[in-house]
C-alpha cells in the first residue's frame, strides 16, 4: 500500500484500524483457545474416570499424558499469543496517548492506564498459567495413580504369560513413539498449517507411547 500521499489524518486512521483489528484477532483466537482447553479437558476427565472404573489401567495413563501434553502445547500458544497482543498494545499505546494529550483526557490513555494491575486483581496471562499448570499438575498425579493402580492389578494375576506380553507391548510402544516424535520434530514451513497440525499430533502421541512404553519397561524390570 502506498502512503506517500494519503493524508495524515487518514494514515492515523489506517494505523489506529490496523493495530485494533491485530489485537481482536489474537483476543479472540486466546479465548477461542481456552475454550478449546476446557472442552478438551472435560472429555479427558471423563475417559479417564471411565477407564480407571473399567480397569483399564494403561488406557487411563494414556489419556492423562494426553493431557498433560495438551496443557503445555496449550500453554506455549498462550505465550505466543500473548507476546502478539502486547504488540499491538504498543501500537497503540503512543496513538491513545496523543488523542489524550491533545483532548486534555487521560482517560483516553486506557492501554497505560489497564497495564497498572489493580489491587487483588489478576491479569489474563496469571489466570492462564494458574490454570494450565494446576489442570498438567492434576493429571499428573492421575498418571501416577493408573501406573500404580495397574501395578497392583498385575500383581494378583495368575497368569504367567501377562508380564511377557506386556513387556513386548511396552517395547513396541516405545520404538513407534520415538519415530512419531522424530517426525514431530521435523522443520515445517510457518506457511504450512497442515503440516505443522501433523507434527503436533505427532509429537502428542509419540510423547504418550515414549511414556507410556518407558513406564511398563521400567515396571517390569523393578518387578
Given at each position: 500500500m ?40 472435560a ?26 501434553s495438551t ?73 501416577v ?10 500383581s ?41 497440525t501433523?507434527?503436533?499430533i ?19 524390570f523393578?518387578?
Amino acid at each position: 500500500m502506498n502512503v506517500d500521499n494519503v493524508e495524515p489524518k487518514e494514515l492515523v486512521k489506517i494505523a489506529v484500524d490496523h493495530a485494533w483489528n491485530w489485537f481482536a484477532l489474537h483476543a479472540t483466537q486466546r479465548l477461542q483457545s481456552v475454550n478449546f482447553f476446557l472442552v478438551a479437558m472435560a472429555f479427558m476427565t471423563a475417559a479417564y474416570v471411565t477407564a480407571i472404573k473399567e480397569e483399564l489401567f494403561l488406557i487411563a495413563a494414556g489419556i492423562a499424558v494426553l493431557a498433560m501434553s495438551t496443557s503445555y502445547f496449550l500453554f506455549r500458544m498462550e505465550r505466543r499469543i500473548q507476546y502478539l497482543i502486547h504488540a499491538a498494545e504498543e501500537a497503540l499505546n503512543p496513538i491513545q496517548d496523543a488523542v489524550a494529550t491533545k483532548l486534555t483526557l487521560p482517560q483516553m490513555n486506557i492501554v497505560a492506564r489497564v497495564a497498572e494491575t489493580n489491587p487483588g486483581g489478576w491479569k489474563y496471562s496469571r489466570v492462564f498459567k494458574f490454570m494450565y499448570s494446576t489442570t498438567a499438575a492434576g493429571f499428573a498425579l492421575g498418571f501416577v495413580d493408573a501406573l500404580l493402580r495397574y501395578q497392583a492389578y498385575l500383581s494378583s494375576s495368575p497368569s504367567s504369560s501377562v508380564g511377557a506380553r506386556i513387556h513386548a507391548s511396552g517395547v513396541v510402544m516405545l520404538i513407534t513413539g520415538t519415530i512419531l516424535l522424530n517426525k514431530g520434530t521435523m522443520q515445517v514451513a510457518p506457511s504450512d498449517a497442515l503440516r505443522r497440525t501433523a507434527s503436533i499430533i505427532h509429537l502428542l502421541f509419540g510423547a504418550v507411547l515414549v511414556t507410556l512404553g518407558t513406564a511398563i519397561l521400567i515396571r517390569d524390570f523393578l518387578g
